[in-house]
């Protein structure tokens, strides 16, 4: 039985576009549908969250999802919505991006299961890798006209004077490649139905003219919003980059803060794209929000929902925990569980010192730490009357003058951790 996922995805805001008759060609029965995906890195980032969740509510609709590495495609570049080129990448670190990015769908997808619709993973560079050129611009080539390429608004802004290089033969010629696969799936899997961002939509109708021209079928295209946030800024990105999947990358502390720390207006939009939780618990959630804004409830659910999706329960616990390091309490205990990376993310743009590893070992004195050999405060009589007020902390915890700093203090036998008041932190790096 399958469901509607057209419907589904229209109350989410998922939808931007659709071919007329697709939402009755998914109600005839399960089909077949996928999601290109970029194999530039080996890990996917928040970007490419919407595509998957597409596939994912395809799935949980009852139709058979395919996820498609663009391992050809990878090889030349998409020219829409890029201003330049990119770089090429070679077969085995494409293989390697491959095999990292489906360890991470299948958090979401079913690849395993014995049910008729279980997920499939598909590398065009495997259909690709062993077309001529002759052949490609016979049999395929032949049937799309310049004119149609031309047409394309990925095609226009690249060759207007918005874009000063221009554009090459090989980003030209992408359209082709990326309608060949629709074609490929269609005519080996019976696939129907491709799915992608907005910007998108120019190569996946070509695939669908090349289904009508060559392979005297029908095959239907279904876009999503590109996610814009409400201040104007990217989606997606953070003052260092990108938001990756990969917890070496992006640490599951930031990756939950990025969520935290989204706009009402935004929350409101997120929790239904991000999450699969039901139309009824997100309306609660936005009328509790909305009686109480400074309670964060949507930001926090929402935080809760992605973080343990990509993640897992334990890092979400310990992302919750490292967040309340900073803004609420915590233990020295607390902070020694944290590792160097949850720690330096927490702590970043925190002044430092660095010390000696002999001086901890010998029990470095109070006023060594916080003003004569660091310059944490300005004198040693500051320090003197910070510590008489009961105002420093080390590790989150009070201390007084009389105090040593050993190694039993370190934190990943590398940090101490200095706080005078509530707000005022410093780090020392024993090296």
Same mark, same amino acid.
């Given at each position: 039985?399958?469901?509607?996922?057209?419907?589904?995805?229209?109350?989410?805001?998922?939808?931007?576009?659709?071919?007329?008759?697709?939402?009755?060609?998914?109600?005839?029965?399960?089909?077949?549908?996928?999601?290109?995906?970029?194999?530039?890195?080996?890990?996917? %980032?928040?970007?490419?969250?919407?595509?998957?969740?597409?596939?994912? %509510?395809?799935?949980?609709?009852?139709?058979?999802?395919?996820?498609?590495?663009?391992?050809?495609?990878?090889?030349?570049?998409?020219?829409?919505?890029?201003? &330049?080129?990119?770089?090429?990448?070679?077969?085995? &670190?494409?293989?390697?991006?491959?095999?990292?990015?489906?360890?991470?769908?299948?958090?979401?997808?079913? !690849?395993?299961?014995?049910?008729?619709?279980?997920?499939?993973?598909?590398?065009?560079?495997?259909?690709?890798?062993?077309?001529?050129?002759?052949?490609?611009?016979?049999?395929?080539?032949?049937?799309?006209?310049?004119?149609?390429?031309?047409?394309?608004?990925?095609?226009?802004?690249?060759?207007?004077?918005?874009?000063?290089?221009?554009?090459?033969?090989?980003?030209?010629?992408?359209?082709?490649?990326?309608?060949?696969?629709?074609?490929?799936?269609?005519?080996?899997?019976?696939?129907?139905?491709?799915?992608?961002?907005?910007?998108?939509?120019?190569?996946?109708?070509?695939?669908?003219?090349?289904?009508?021209?060559?392979?005297?079928?029908?095959?239907?295209?279904?876009?999503?919003?590109?996610?814009?946030?409400?201040?104007?800024?990217?989606?997606?990105?953070?003052?260092?980059?990108?938001?990756?999947?990969?917890?070496?990358? &992006?640490?599951?502390?930031?990756?939950?803060?990025?969520?935290?720390?989204?706009?009402?207006?935004?929350?409101?939009?997120?929790?239904?794209?991000?999450?699969?939780?039901?139309?009824?618990?997100?309306?609660?959630?936005?009328?509790?929000?909305?009686?109480?804004?400074?309670?964060?409830?949507?930001?926090?659910?929402?935080?809760?929902?992605?973080?343990?999706?990509?993640?897992?329960?334990?890092?979400?616990?310990?992302?919750?925990?490292?967040?309340?390091?900073? !803004?609420?309490?915590?233990?020295?205990?607390?902070?020694?569980?944290?590792?160097?990376? &949850?720690?330096?993310?927490?702590?970043?743009?925190?002044?430092?010192?660095?010390?000696?590893?002999?001086?901890?070992?010998?029990?470095?004195?109070?006023?060594?730490?916080?003003?004569?050999?660091?310059?944490?405060?300005?004198?040693?009589?500051?320090?003197?009357?910070?510590?008489?007020?009961?105002?420093?902390?080390?590790?989150?915890?009070?201390?007084?003058?009389?105090?040593?700093?050993?190694?039993?203090?370190?934190?990943?036998?590398?940090?101490?951790?200095?706080?005078?008041?509530?707000?005022?932190?410093?780090?020392?790096?024993?090296?």
């Amino acid at each position: 039985m399958t469901s509607n996922f057209v419907e589904e995805l229209t109350w989410r805001g998922m939808l931007h576009d659709a071919m007329p008759g697709t939402e009755e060609h998914l109600l005839s029965g399960m089909q077949s549908a996928y999601v290109g995906i970029d194999p530039t890195a080996d890990s996917l %980032h928040i970007g490419h969250l919407v595509g998957v969740m597409m596939l994912r %509510h395809f799935q949980l609709a009852g139709h058979k999802p395919y996820a498609l590495i663009g391992g050809a495609t990878g090889m030349i570049g998409d020219p829409s919505g890029k201003s &330049t080129e990119r770089n090429l990448l070679d077969e085995p &670190t494409l293989r390697h991006n491959q095999e990292a990015i489906k360890n991470q769908l299948s958090r979401f997808l079913d !690849f395993n299961s014995d049910k008729d619709n279980k997920a499939i993973l598909v590398n065009n560079y495997d259909w690709m890798k062993d077309f001529s050129f002759l052949e490609f611009i016979r049999d395929v080539g032949k049937h799309i006209t310049v004119n149609y390429m031309m047409a394309k608004d990925s095609v226009k802004k690249r060759l207007t004077a918005e874009a000063k290089e221009g554009m090459s033969f090989t980003e030209f010629t992408y359209q082709l490649v990326q309608g060949y696969d629709f074609l490929h799936l269609y005519r080996t899997h019976n696939c129907t139905l491709q799915m992608g961002g907005s910007d998108q939509w120019g190569n996946i109708t070509t695939g669908t003219e090349l289904i009508r021209r060559i392979g005297g079928g029908k095959g239907y295209a279904l876009t999503c919003p590109l996610i814009t946030k409400a201040d104007g800024t990217k989606f997606g990105k953070s003052e260092g980059g990108n938001i990756w999947l990969d917890a070496e990358r &992006t640490s599951p502390y930031k990756f939950y803060q990025y969520w935290l720390n989204t706009s009402d207006e935004d929350a409101e939009k997120y929790i239904k794209i991000f999450t699969f939780l039901t139309r009824e618990e997100i309306e609660g959630l936005v009328k509790e929000h909305r009686e109480a804004p400074h309670l964060r409830v949507l930001q926090k659910r929402l935080a809760d929902e992605v973080t343990r999706m990509v993640h897992s329960q334990e890092e979400l616990d310990n992302a919750i925990k490292a967040s309340n390091i900073l !803004f609420g309490k915590s233990t020295s205990e607390d902070l020694k569980k944290l590792n160097e990376k &949850t720690f330096l993310d927490i702590f970043e743009g925190v002044p430092q010192a660095e010390i000696a590893r002999e001086a901890i070992e010998n029990g470095l004195d109070m006023i060594g730490a916080l003003a004569a050999k660091t310059n944490f405060l300005g004198s040693n009589g500051e320090a003197r009357r910070e510590l008489k007020q009961n105002s420093i902390s080390v590790n989150k915890e009070k201390v007084k003058e009389d105090y040593s700093i050993t190694a039993s203090d370190l934190i990943n036998d590398k940090f101490v951790l200095l706080q005078r008041g509530k707000k005022n932190y410093f780090v020392l790096v024993v090296s």
